[in-house]
C-alpha cells in the first residue's frame, strides 16, 4: 500500500527545509490556471512572506492590470552593496497548466507526499523553481546575507496560455529599470535521472525557440452532399496539412547546439551510428542521411530545426452539407534567428493558393540565443562539481519556450539554470499526476541557492 502523507514530508530534517516546505505547499496548493485560479493571489501570499521576512515595502512590487485582475505577479529586489554590478534576475512563472480533477488520481491541488514522490499540479512546472527562488530571497534577508551584486526575483503570469496577460512581457517593456539585469537564470535546465533515480546528466539552457501558432483556412460557397464537387474545403485543408507534414525545415545550428551535439557524440551516450551521423551533421548540416539517422530521436529532430505541427481541427457545418469553411491550427517552434514572417511565407507556399495562412496574434519576439558566457556557465559548472559530482554537465537550448524570449528581445540574456532532476518520463509535467522527487526537489533547493550566492559575491 502506498504511504500518504498529506502535510509531512520525510525529507525535512533541517529548520530551513521545513520552512521551505511550508512556502512549496502554500504556492503548490494555490490554484494558479487561468480558468478558475489566481497568480495574484499566490504573488501576494509571495510578497507576504518577503515583508515578513525584512523587505521594505518599497523593494516588492505587486503588479497586474486592470482587464486581468487575477493575472498579477510580484518583483522583489535585495540590494547589492557593489553598484557598478549588474543585478541578476531570477525569473519563474506562478500560472500552471489546466488540471482536471476527474481525470487525476489526487486531488491536483492538493500536495500529497506518495512513495518518495510530492504530487500536485505545478510540483515542478514552475512552482518547484518559483519557490526555491523565493525561499532563497527570504533566506538572504533573514540570514543578514549582504551581497554585491543587487538580486532581484520576478514570479509572473501567463506563460502556459498563449492568450492570457504575460507578467514577463509586460515587465520587459512597461518596467525594464525594476527588472533590468545583467542576466536571468530561468527554468528550462535542469537534469536527467534513470530510471532507478541515478544522476545520468545535467543540463544548462543556452537559448531557446519561438512558439508561434498559424492559421490555415479554407473557405467554400459549400452546396448539398448529394453531389460532391472537387472544391472541397476538408479536403483542401488536408492536403495542405500533408504538405506540412512532410516538409523538414532545414538543419540549423547555434553555439549552443553545436556546442550539445558535439558533447553528445563525444560522451558516448549515444549509439555509435548516431554518434558517427552526429559528427557528419555537424560537418555539413546538408547531409539528408545523416540528417535522418539523428532525427529518428524526436529531441534531436526538434533540435536541429523550425518543427510544425497541426494541433487543432475544425470543418464543416451539417453532416449532409459541402463544408463551407475548414481551418487548422499549426503550432511551430521556430529556430533562434529565423522569423515569424520567414516561417508565415514557408508554410503559405506548401499550403498553396486555396489555403490562407495567417500568424495568431500574439506575435512572439524572434528567438535570440544567449552567448556561452564562461561567467554564466563557469558557476554553474563549479557549483555542480561540488553538489553533484562526476554528473557530466551540457548546454542545451529549449525546444519548448518559456518566457526568457520577452527579456532576450531587449537584450539581457537568459539561462535555464541545472540543478532540478527529472525523471525519463517527464514526471507528468503538463500531464496528469504532475510529480517531482522528494529529494530531487530539496537538492535542487541547496544547489540553487549555492549558484545565486556564487554569482552575487
Known amino acids: 500500500m502506498a504511504l500518504t502523507l498529506p502535510f509531512v514530508a520525510a525529507a525535512q530534517d533541517r529548520p530551513d527545509q521545513k520552512a521551505y516546505f511550508g512556502l512549496y505547499k502554500e504556492l503548490v496548493e494555490t490554484n494558479t490556471t ?104 527570504i533566506r538572504f534577508k533573514t540570514e543578514h546575507y549582504a551581497p554585491k551584486r543587487t538580486i532581484k526575483l520576478a514570479l509572473t503570469c501567463g506563460e502556459e496560455t498563449t492568450y492570457a496577460f504575460n507578467g514577463a512581457d509586460w515587465l520587459a517593456k512597461n518596467k525594464r529599470d525594476l527588472i533590468d539585469a545583467e542576466f536571468v537564470l530561468n527554468e528550462g535546465g535542469g537534469g536527467r535521472l534513470d530510471a532507478q533515480g541515478n544522476r545520468q546528466v545535467l543540463a544548462l539552457q543556452v537559448g531557446e525557440k519561438a512558439a508561434q501558432n498559424f492559421t490555415f483556412e479554407v473557405t467554400n460557397p459549400g452546396g448539398h452532399s448529394s453531389q460532391p464537387v472537387p472544391d472541397n474545403a476538408i479536403y483542401q485543408l488536408a492536403d495542405a496539412l500533408k504538405a506540412v507534414q512532410g516538409y523538414e525545415f532545414p538543419v540549423r545550428f547555434t553555439d549552443t547546439t553545436r556546442a550539445f551535439f558535439s558533447g553528445v557524440a563525444a560522451s558516448g551516450t549515444a549509439p555509435a551510428p548516431v554518434s558517427d551521423a552526429i559528427k557528419r551533421l555537424l560537418a555539413d548540416p546538408n547531409d539528408k542521411q545523416a540528417d535522418a539517422i539523428v532525427s529518428r530521436d524526436k529531441a534531436f529532430h526538434s533540435t536541429l530545426r523550425t518543427t510544425c505541427v497541426a494541433t487543432l481541427l475544425s470543418g464543416g457545418h451539417a453532416e449532409n452539407a459541402l463544408p463551407q469553411r475548414a481551418t487548422a491550427n499549426v503550432n511551430c517552434r521556430i529556430f533562434p534567428g529565423e522569423t515569424v514572417d520567414q516561417t508565415l511565407a514557408k508554410l503559405q507556399e506548401l499550403a498553396g493558393p486555396k489555403v490562407k495562412v495567417t500568424a495568431n496574434a500574439p506575435i512572439r519576439p524572434v528567438a535570440v540565443p544567449p552567448p556561452l558566457d564562461p561567467k554564466v556557465l563557469g558557476p554553474m559548472r563549479a557549483v555542480a562539481a561540488k553538489h553533484f559530482p562526476g554528473v557530466p554537465i551540457l548546454p542545451i537550448m529549449s525546444t519548448g519556450a518559456s518566457d526568457g524570449i520577452f527579456f ?50
Open 34 to 137: 487561468l480558468s478558475s485560479g489566481s497568480c495574484t493571489q499566490a504573488a501576494d501570499q509571495i510578497a507576504a512572506r518577503l515583508k515578513a521576512a525584512g523587505y521594505a515595502d518599497a523593494d516588492v512590487t505587486e503588479f497586474s492590470v486592470p482587464d486581468h485582475p487575477k493575472e498579477g505577479g510580484v518583483v522583489a529586489v535585495l540590494k547589492g552593496s557593489d553598484k557598478k554590478a549588474k543585478p541578476i534576475l531570477l525569473l519563474a512563472h506562478l500560472d500552471v497548466v489546466e488540471a482536471k480533477r476527474a481525470d487525476w488520481q489526487r486531488d491536483p491541488f492538493k500536495l500529497i507526499e506518495e512513495n518518495g514522490y510530492y504530487y500536485g499540479r505545478g510540483s515542478v512546472d514552475d512552482k518547484a523553481m518559483g519557490s526555491i527562488w523565493a525561499d532563497a530571497m
Open 408 to 457: 532576450e528581445a531587449i537584450g539581457i540574456p537568459v539561462y535555464g539554470a541545472p540543478g532540478t532532476f527529472i525523471d525519463p518520463d517527464g514526471n507528468g509535467t503538463h500531464g496528469l499526476n504532475e510529480r517531482i522527487r522528494v529529494k530531487s526537489l530539496y537538492d535542487s533547493r541547496d544547489y540553487l541557492f549555492d549558484l545565486v550566492k556564487a554569482y552575487a559575491g
